[in-house]
């Protein structure tokens, strides 16, 4: 076998087969822009229907769709506008720009370059006098800019609004919420998902489909109550998992192989919520054909950690020697909510109703306006206000004889007596409470590329070299390949009927009557296709065909009335190739 | 029953419900845009497998998933980066744009603005004195301009590349022609399908989800053989078709009730192509829940045609009194292929090989260098590639003396004798072709919109109104509501079996035990629900349960384990209510 890398093989097999290529090849392409074929069209539709039987339909959640332009008033609550930004080293040479922490860590020891302060990373720049990957001319003493990866556009004409693409679907959640609870009846915890486009304009898109500028996104936005709302593990805590926590990432950090109960109760994930999605999430990942022995979960580092979440896991793959993330789980705490909260015009909270109502002591003023008004003119309004908001924070600063409130740049000290100081007690049927968000988010295209990367195979079939994808049956792309032994109208008509009957059955069939059947065979098998059904001569008296498995090319006589049946089962899981007699 | 429209009245369900609402309303909202809630995202998913089913898997054709941004060559070859405009009229006053082809026909009898030139709409403005819709202001003399509708964006940072969001998903096909014509085995004639986003900076969105700036297209783009690819049309032939030819739409047209085979028999419809996919889709259309009453076929008026648009039908639904496009059948010749093949790297034709080889004459040159070299020097080399084109183009040319040809500026004589000017038999095994395109494009907002107008009913149930939306079981968000009939450990605990049994066969449900049943009743009436399931104290002893249907409100009483097998049959349509036993 060749000394390509595998992930050279697929990208190969992925453009000649229809899985995926760059797009718009025809005018020389851009970077970071895949088009899915039809096989990988239907593959990643295969996963997306999986990923939503599991996260959206398995836990009772709410999926909506939501539009992938949104206004500048969002991303300016999200923080995407300020911060959502990469590192970027311009060369004054050649003028080709490069990712400064990529380029850092490509080339020195330092491991998480993107949370090193910019003048930081410009005197390693300095220092170990890095070059353009480009032309190679020195980078030593260019400054680095925050380069923001929202795709900008203007919406309308005229005095436009600027918008931006979405570079995460979840944002179309959050900004809805004050509707999306309506749905949820304002009952916590419920969740909202979404499957659809996300967009990043990144400054090296690289690595086939694992970092592009457009990218489909699975996400689960689960609002919690703080307070309460802790998950039943009992359904994963068998689960086995292997993690890579934070401790472990030094020099001669090794994996921890345990299962989600004892991982929670070791205190290795601090978050149960967390806990419960990595067990469910590792079950689904092996079912649709991620290799467990190239999976585990890494802990972020807490340098890694957006600043607001409590903690954070992702899911990693192996490629090639190589790690990559391909989903994230985190708990983003009330981050998200409090901030559309602060910005916009509606309440980003639900009230809960206590069980029973509740007497609380609440601190009130009410002000002698025969007093305030004289001494403090226009700026007495002003000052009640401030009252108003010192009692609520600040009960205590009551107990003196006078107390100063700063109205503008005025400090202004006022009796307490003429304040109306007084505690009372109030009745409360319940409270606003701003939810918490864990947040399961799943990289589509990545975890399409890892299906196929591990799927990947090659063996020695009849003294030939054979290459075929291990796909799972139940996201397959194709499932059945059906062919008459050659081209002969009886054979063709029987061959016909039976792929007409496979595919009311909601199978995907593919028909070929070309060329020999070995060579029928090689073609699904790099597909991926698991199962071909052959009709000869012998079929237009038993009726019965040839079934080939795909993986071990193993065959059986089945009765051409027992097809249908038989692969909804293949499909479904419920039975086994092995099982089969014939 | 009120005063206000039905799409008033769907509008506010739809928000109340979660079947639509305009996006990012805790910041105002922006024109244009809209988020699919949980009924609405589930209702389109469905819209989009049923279409996928019939025009993609039901016809044999590929389905792609290409970006939404494309690289500008795309559109520079396309004709949308010059053509793809709309008149916008700038208020001087209050900076209100408006769309000038809209206010003419809004204030006139002009009936098609759109194609008229831009000084004679600017002339109609001045001559009906017609003023600003915000605020009145006169808009006489203010200049019209053209305002491309691509939304604009910057790919990669430094010397960016400009990018747009493609204005339809047909483009992220034709740009892949010369690989997909792979994946079809350079075999005429094959379908490409595509469903996913589009994007149109409109100027002045409105109604609703009907005129959006980010909407959802189900496009077929089918490539033909134009020399002898016609369709089988028996399948079609008698399907019923509510026509409006361009004929017919002068002052008194009327519809013309025909079928598919009448039409192309009495050349009412000329393209066969478009006449099977206008029978196609009227049944499909009708499954998944259009009026028919409520639904024709519009021809394209001869100024309304795209120049390459050799013809042209719309489907139109009813929506209160107006009639609005929900799907395009265009015949669009050679013209995307030839463009993209002109501007482009690649081949965009295809080889299609003669069933014999085929001996055809050829009119070569041959000249005779010893006396073009002196004669011509410098312009020899451009004097003989004019000979060659002259031969390929106007063999009858050689038949004088001398023949003429031009070389810049310059006109040359040259004797024909020293040309070699020959007739020449060669033999060809076939012939590159570009193939013709036939488009049945579905806009799925519009679609989904259509379905739930036409749904949208109102009736009275004992002494009550009702609101209920009629959808089609085969496409309806939700399925099956499952009740237990008051909250009672018992009666839970087997609703909740039902529900889960049910959810197993791939079932919509959802389940409600909150307020009386009537009430429940009501709530899956407006949402569409076709049918519930009330698990009573009875239940418990005769393992039967009362399914209510929706429409007519009649109930049945069934027992638990025929639920999945009657419920799975009501959902493909293969049984109806109304033949049940119970």
Redesign the interface.
Known sequence: MSDETTSEKLTELA?RR?YF?Q??????G?????????Q???L?GNLEDAWRERFA?GEGN??????????E??FEASGHLAGFDDM?I?CPEC???TRADHLVEDNTDYEDAESLPIPEVEAVVAEYELACPECGAGLAGVAIEE?NLM?????????S?P?Y?RPETAQ?IF??????KE?A?NTLPFGVTQIG?A?R???SPRRSIIRT??FTQAELELFVDPADDDPDLSAVADVPLTLYPASEQGADGSHLETTVGEAVADEVITDPWIAYFLGVSRTWYERVGVDMDRFRYRQHLAGERAHYAADCWDAESEIDGNWIEIAGFAHRGDYDLSK?GE????R?TVFQQYDEPRTVERAVVDPEMSYLGPTFGGDAGAVVAALEELAETDPEAFDAETVTVAVGDDDHEIPVEQTGFALEEQTEAGEHVTPHVVEPSFGVDRTLYTVLHHAYSEDEVDGEERTYLALEPTVAPTFVGVFPLQRDDDLETEANTIAATL?ERGL?VTYDS?GNIGRRYRRQDEVGTPFCVTVDYESLEDEAVTVRERDSTAQKRLPISDLAETFTALRSGSLSFDELEG
């Open positions: 453009k229809g290529f797009s718009s090849g025809a005018y020389g851009v970077g970071g822009f895949y088009t899915f074929g039809p990988g069209a239907a990643k339909l709410m999926e909506i769709d939501a539009p992938t332009i949104m206004p008033p969002v970027l311009e003028g080709t720009s380069f795709f900008a556009t203007s919406i309308g004409p005229g005095d609004q918008g693409l179309g900004v809805e919420f004050p509707r999306l749905y009846r486009r967009y304009n990144e400054i500028r457009e559309h910005h916009a015009d509606e980003f595919r995907s070309a």
